[in-house]
C-alpha cells in the first residue's frame, strides 16, 4: 500500500495539474501560452531536428567538466584548510566573501576572460560548485571524531598516509553531500550561463526560443528538461551514499547484528 | 624479578584552566612500575585523572613534570609498540571487520590474512570479517577494537575504560574473554576503570588512586588464581579492601 501509495499519489498531483494547466490555457484564449500538448509536440519537434540530444550533451558536458574541476580543486583545499588551523585562518575570510557572490555576477568578467566560448559557462559552473565543496570538505575534517585521528596516530600514520586511510575516509561522507548540494548549484547555474555566453545547450534553447518568435512551448519544454535532467543528477549522486565505505555515515542505528 | 616495561617517575600533570579558573591539577606525583606480561588495573573515582595518566603513558599527552620510560627509552609520543583502546570506540567505521583487523599489520598479504583470521577467531568474530561496524553491537564493535590491537603485535596494550559503554552481561562476557585472551598472547595490560569489581576481576594488581589532584593511594595485589570464582571469601576480601581504601562501602543503602 505505502508503495502503491508512493508511486501513484505524485503521478496522481502531476496528472491533476497538467489538467489545469490545460484548462486554464484554453479558457483563457491565450495564443501565446502553450498547452501541454503543445509542448510535447515542441520536444519531438526538437527531437526530429537533432537539437534535443545537442543542446542536453551540451549542457552535461558544460557541467561534468566544470564539476569535475571544482571536486578536484575543492576536496583537497578543503581539506588542507580543515586540517592546518593556519591556512583555515589565513584563507576562510576570502572564501567566506567569495561565497555569497552569486556566479551570475561573474558572468561579465567570465565574458572578459574567456570570450564566448564554453570556457566561460565551465568557469561559472567551477565557481558556483567549488565553494561548497571546498566549505563541506573543511566542516568534516574540523568535525572529524578525535578517536579516529588518536587511533591512526597509534598505528603510526603520518602525512600522506594519515590523509589517505583516515582523514579521507572520515571525512567522505559529509564531503559527499557537499557535492550533492554542488551538483544541484552546477545545473542552475548552467542554465543562466548558456543563455548569456554561448550558441548551445538547454538555456540557450530556452532564450533563443523566446527571442526568434516567442516559441513559448519550446521554452516551456525547456524548461521541463532542465528539471527532469537536474532530478536524474541527483538521484545519481545520491547512489552514491549507498556505498559500504560512506554508509555509516547516513544513519545512526539500524540493521545491528546482536 | 624482571626489569620494569613502564617506569613512571614523579608525574605531574596540570591543564590550563579557561578563563578566570586557576590551573587545574589532575596528577599529582605518580610513582609506578608495570612488569612484563602483567594485567594492571588503574581505579580511582571519576575524574581523578586515571585516562590522563594512560594518555601519557601512551604519548598522547605530555606530563607537566616527572617522565616516563618503557623498555627503558623515554616515551616521546604514541608508537605502534603499544596500543590504545579507547572508551568511545575507534573502530574505523568506513572498513569492514575484517580490515579494521588488518588495518595495523604489516605483513605480506598471505601472512596478513593468517594473523586476521587468528584474530577473528580468537574474539568470536568468526563469520562477521564481511560486517561493518554500524552493523555491530556495540560489544561486537570492542572486540573488534581489541582484535585490532592484538593483531598489530604491540608489546603493551592501554585500555581506556573499554567496557564502560556495554551494558551488565556483555561486560562479564567480555572480562571473561579478554583474561583468556591475555592468558595466552601474554601482553602486559595496564586498563583504566572506576569500576572495582572490574578490577578485581581482571588484574594482577590493582592501583588506587586518589580523588583529583590524583596520587597513587594503595596498591593491591590480587593473589586469587584463575578463573576467578566472584562468590569466595577471598574475592570478596580484594573487593571490600578496595572499597575501604576508596572510603566506601560495597553495601547498597550504608554511608561510608
Sequence with gaps: MKRFAAFYLPLLTLGVLTLAWDQVVVRSGTDIFPRPVDVLRGVAELCSRGLLLKYVVASLFRVSIGFTLAVLVGVPTGLMLGWFRPAFLAFNPLIQILRPIS??????IAILWFHVDDRAPIFLIFLASVFPIVVSATAAVQNIQPVYVRAARNFGLRGVDLFRRVIFPACLPQIL????????????????????????GLGYLIIDARNAGKR???????MILIGLIGLGLDLMIRRLETFD?????YQQKGGQIE | M????IE???VHKSFHGKGRTANIAVLAGIDLAVYPGEFVCLVGPSGCGKSTLLNIIAGFTKPTQGA?????????GPSRERIFVFQENGVFPWLNVRENIGFGVQARPAEKRAVVDRYLALMGLGGFDRAYPHELSGGMRQRVEIARALAAEPTLIFMDEPFGALDFLTRLKMRADLVSIWQQERKTIVFVTHDIEESVQLADRVIVMTPRPARIQEEVPVLLPRPRDLDTAEYLEVRDRIFAVMGMSPKVGETG
Design chain 1, 103 to 108: 556566479p551570475i555576477a561573474w558572468i561579465p
Design chain 2, 8 to 10: 613512571i617517575e614523579h
Design chain 1, 216 to 222: 513559448y512551448d519550446l521554452v516551456v519544454a525547456g
Design chain 2, 68 to 76: 616516563v620510560r618503557i623498555q627503558g627509552k623515554p616515551v616521546e
Design chain 2, 2 to 5: 624482571n626489569p620494569a616495561i
Design chain 1, 177 to 200: 553531500t557537499g557535492l550533492r548540494i554542488a551538483l544541484g548549484i552546477a545545473w542552475l547555474v548552467v542554465v543562466a550561463a548558456e543563455m548569456i555566453a554561448v550558441n548551445s
Design chain 1, 245 to 249: 565505505e560512506v554508509r555509516w555515515g
